[in-house]
């Protein structure tokens, strides 16, 4: 009986689910919960900065113009744009547009992959510039701030090296969407998978919001001589 | 039990024997499986080694302390052991067990689906579980860790010389297992229910997993990354966490703890849930007072992750924050004294049966009293003072977590293993395991409160000689309470050929759990369970029973 039932249905639909329509309200909801975890897991670092930047309020602009601004500025613009792009692909996907799909999934991995190159960048100028901390730091432009500007760059590595990570992740996912689109699976019917992509990239794309201001942009509230 | 409830069964084909355990057949049918009731199996094996495995590194803690001096492990050896003690049975036994065995199990069927809502995220989260497992099998291999299972900072970013790392990439990688199970019980929760399944006929079960949930979910990233910062600074030397690079290592108290309290509750909500199962079932009653059951579920979900700084009142938190945790502390009472305010009014003229689950669940509702209001004495800030790091606090803890979860989960597991099995357990061997499992446990932590109030530190591997008796008696209960847990595994297994069958529902119990065959066939229903009846409506779940007998 089950068998002749499952003939009817969507290919891809999956057996437990009832309809389309549940799998869809069932994947984003899914989503939904999933960011609201990265929310506390980059909530639970952003705190502990926080907390440093109220006690270092000194070193955190220091450290702050030890940032490229200009390189910042630009990746920033350019995950905005990837944004309209991945928004736009769930939009042909719903229309059923496969060729407008594989474009703009297209043009979303290379502004992630832009973004990546610019990151490795300014990466490799800090490490030039002695700015890894650890074994490897020589930064001493303000002797008297080394510690606690070591302690902003600890979080400047670790807050845009995890945001880098779900950068990577991302694209990852963005390519398995794009074999998908490209092989014609999604359309009106079916098109859960872009849109729960697209929530997810949306979400990154957020947490840069945050993270440029936070590690790039805070030199106003100190002047420094 | 009724003829009624034996054999008025409304959604299975009797003459059909298919089942899920007879569905497939060979390892990679069960290890590749998607079904939830399979993967529930899986997590069973793992948990129940990595049980043994933790209940060993007590067994020598309780060897090591039957004498004042410290003769049979080192100090290095014994930091080792409780440390391992305390991460195998927090991070692989207590936070798994009931959700992703009992509720990997039970959950869907009681929602009338016919699986978890991702079932391949279900199964990788026991394969992430497992991950996590073999790297901390491999730290215990290459040497240990010391730091005690909260590894604290700087003692185990700067000095500890053992596999630090490991063990909190292990925790880290378990955290993300669980965040998983919870992720799937939400969106299956919200999504997936029968038919007529309203939220407040919903079993009080499901509500308790969904507040274990959303602890889960909001929780466990706060612990991730906290580790993840730890391991930065182990490996990297960075010092969010030194005082000799500007950090400071009470924050990373801090945000352990904004984990690791309402981890507790990640344990002790499961737990009781299915002591909300087990009292309707054994009294045959609605349980009193259902929404405040379920909401008082909610309640303690959201106040667990407003008392965390209560297990840093000697760390050096200022005064006045502390005083406000410690009055914050004493709010979790309230919905936890609701629950057992409400399960005593269910059982009252009720009239009960004494089989083992409902055997086990008396002694929870007791121990787990005691648990919570010596967490008051602790949420005190003048006696914990006192009391701190002493075995007052390790009694405390254990009568939560083992006398709480640890007897709801053998509750739990008595009382569904005929459904998942379709074996009945050995009546007159559990109840005998179920008092040895009390006794043992009493003994084994009773005299620790009096030890912990005359002033006995925890974490040393010897101690002043005039608390030898009530160590002995501690010791000697801990013997009790390892054969008690033993003969369950025997029995069990056992039971899997030797013991009669089960039927659909042995309890004349009320659930969707109890409307299918067991063990149940691998779409759970052959037909999309329609509810009618409120959770535990006796008369009318019979009712809907009985209807199709005659249709």
């Known amino acids: ?225 | 039990m009724t003829t009624a409830t034996l054999h008025d069964v409304r959604f299975i084909e009797p003459e059909k024997t298919r089942n899920y355990i007879n569905h497939d057949f060979g390892v990679l049918s069960w290890l590749l499986t998607r079904d939830h009731k399979r993967i529930a199996i899986l997590y069973l094996f793992s948990v129940t080694i990595m049980f043994m495995l933790g209940g060993f590194f007590a067994t020598m803690m309780r060897i090591e302390l039957l004498t004042p001096e410290g003769d049979v492990l080192t100090s290095d050896t014994y930091n080792k052991f409780f440390t391992l003690h305390g991460v195998v049975m927090v991070f692989f036994f207590l936070i798994p067990v009931i959700p992703a065995v009992l509720g990997n199990f039970i959950l869907p069927i009681m929602l009338g689906a016919k699986d978890l809502a991702f079932p391949r995220i279900n199964l990788l989260s026991w394969y992430v579980y497992m991950a996590a497992a073999v790297i901390g099998l491999y730290v215990i291999i290459v040497g240990g860790v010391d730091t005690g299972w909260t590894f604290y900072t700087p003692f185990s970013t700067q000095y500890s010389n053992t596999h630090v790392f490991g063990t909190t990439f292990a925790g880290f990688l378990a955290g993300f297992s669980s965040i998983l199970t919870g992720l799937n019980f939400m969106v299956t929760i919200h999504r997936m229910r029968a038919p007529g399944l309203t939220w407040y006929r919903l079993p009080l079960f499901v509500w308790a997993m969904y507040a274990t949930s959303i602890v889960q979910l909001l929780a466990t990233p706060v612990l991730a990354i906290t580790l993840v910062m730890l391991m930065f600074e182990r490996a990297f030397g960075v010092g969010i966490f030194d005082p000799a690079l500007g950090g400071d290592p009470v924050l990373y108290q801090h945000m352990f703890w904004f984990y690791s309290h309402p981890a507790v509750y990640i344990m002790i909500l499961p737990a009781m849930g299915v002591a909300s199962e087990v009292v309707a079932a054994f009294t045959r009653k609605k349980i009193f007072g259902y929404k405040f059951v379920a909401f008082s579920s909610l309640a303690i979900a959201f106040l667990g992750f407003l008392v965390w700084a209560h297990h840093l009142f000697v760390a050096g938190i200022s005064v006045y924050s502390a005083l406000i945790f410690a009055f914050l502390s004493y709010f979790v009472a309230v919905p936890s004294a609701i629950k057992v305010f409400n399960w005593t009014a269910t059982l009252y003229k009720a009239s009960v049966s004494w089989q083992t689950p409902m055997l086990y669940i008396m002694g929870f509702i007791g121990l787990f009293t005691i648990g919570g209001v010596t967490g008051l004495f602790l949420a005190a800030l003048g006696l914990d003072v006192h009391v701190t790091d002493t075995y007052f606090v390790v009694a405390h803890f254990h009568y939560v977590m083992v006398g709480g979860v640890v007897m709801a989960y053998l509750a739990g597991i008595h009382y569904w293993w005929p459904k998942i099995t379709g074996r009945m357990y050995p009546e007159w061997w559990a109840r005998l395991a179920a008092l040895l499992v009390f006794v043992g446990f009493n003994l084994t932590f009773l005299p620790q409160f009096v030890l912990g109030y005359l002033g006995m530190p925890r974490r040393y591997h010897a101690y002043a000689p005039e608390f030898q008796v009530l160590n002995v008696m501690s010791s000697a209960g801990a013997s009790i309470l390892a054969v008690g847990y033993a003969l369950p595994l025997v029995y069990l297994i056992w039971s899997l050929k030797g013991s009669r069958k089960a039927g659909p529902n042995p309890w004349g119990a009320a659930g969707l759990e109890w409307a299918t065959s067991s063990p149940p066939p691998k779409e759970n229903f052959h037909e999309t369970p329609v509810v009618t009846w409120d959770a535990y409506d006796y008369p009318q779940f019979l009712k809907a029973m009985g209807e199709t007998q005659n249709v």
């Open chain 1, 1 to 225: 009986m089950s068998e002749q039932a499952h003939a009817e249905h969507h290919p891809f639909l999956q057996h437990h689910f009832e309809d389309l329509g549940q799998q869809h309200e069932a994947s984003t909801l899914g989503m939904w919960f999933f960011l609201t975890t990265e929310i506390l897991f980059f909530g639970g670092v952003l705190c502990a900065y926080w907390v440093y930047r109220i006690i270092y309020p000194e070193a955190w602009a220091v450290g702050a113009e030890q940032q490229n601004t200009l390189f910042g500025g630009i990746n920033t613009l350019v995950l905005i744009i990837s944004s309209l792009t991945m928004a736009l692909a769930v939009r042909n996907a719903q229309l059923g547009r496969r060729g407008g799909q594989v474009l703009m999934l297209i043009l979303t991995g290379i502004f992630g992959c832009t973004f990546l190159a610019i990151k490795m960048i300014e990466y490799h100028a800090h490490y030039e510039e002695g700015l890894l901390p650890g074994a490897a730091w020589h930064w001493a432009k303000e002797p008297a701030l080394v510690p606690q500007v070591q302690l902003f760059m600890s979080f400047y590595w670790s807050m845009t090296g995890l945001h880098a990570l779900h950068m990577i992740i991302g694209v990852g996912l963005l390519l398995w969407i794009l074999w998908r689109a490209w092989r014609g699976q999604f359309g009106p019917e079916y098109y859960g998978p872009v849109e729960v992509m697209g929530l997810y990239w949306h979400f990154v794309d957020i947490v840069w919001i945050f993270l440029f201001p936070f590690l790039y942009l805070i030199h106003g509230a100190h002047h420094h001589g």
